[in-house]
């Protein structure tokens, strides 16, 4: 079974930048595509950006040209580099995986099996 652990989260101020990571342990043999999401108190669960086996990538439009998903595959980190950041993206921050790609609906929770436990991410303006 997939184990997932981010880091990187904090505080930062309206236009700074943070590079979250995300862990992979006891890894499957199978292929897995992964994701990256987010939730603000009271909102629902956001997708944000998704990365597949061969490392095609969609984003969603609130962080296109902002944030940008890679993963290295031989250390088996997930990250997000996350720019210009806004107080609107104070959130928890979720990395999440699933054994091979996702040809559609990339960005909809519901299509991942595994979650790690999150990372606080606070924008002040």
């Known amino acids: 079974q997939v184990q997932l652990l981010e880091s990187g989260g904090g505080s930062v101020q309206a236009g700074g930048s943070l590079r979250l990571s995300c862990v992979v342990s006891r890894y499957t043999t199978n292929p897995y595509s992964m994701a990256w999401f987010r939730q603000a108190p009271g909102k629902e669960r956001e997708g944000l950006a998704y990365?597949?086996?061969?490392?095609?990538?969609t984003y969603a439009d609130s962080v296109k040209g902002r944030f940008t998903i890679s993963r290295d595959n031989a250390k088996k980190i997930l990250y997000l580099q996350m720019n210009n950041l806004k107080p609107e993206d104070t959130a928890v921050y979720y990395c999440?995986?699933?054994?091979?790609?996702?040809?559609?609906?990339?960005?909809?929770?519901?299509?991942?099996?595994?979650w790690g436990q999150g990372t606080q991410v606070t924008v002040s303006s």
């Open positions: 990365i597949g086996t061969d490392s095609q990538t």
């Open positions: 999440a995986a699933r054994p091979f790609d996702l040809a559609y609906n990339r960005l909809v929770a519901g299509n991942y099996d595994y």
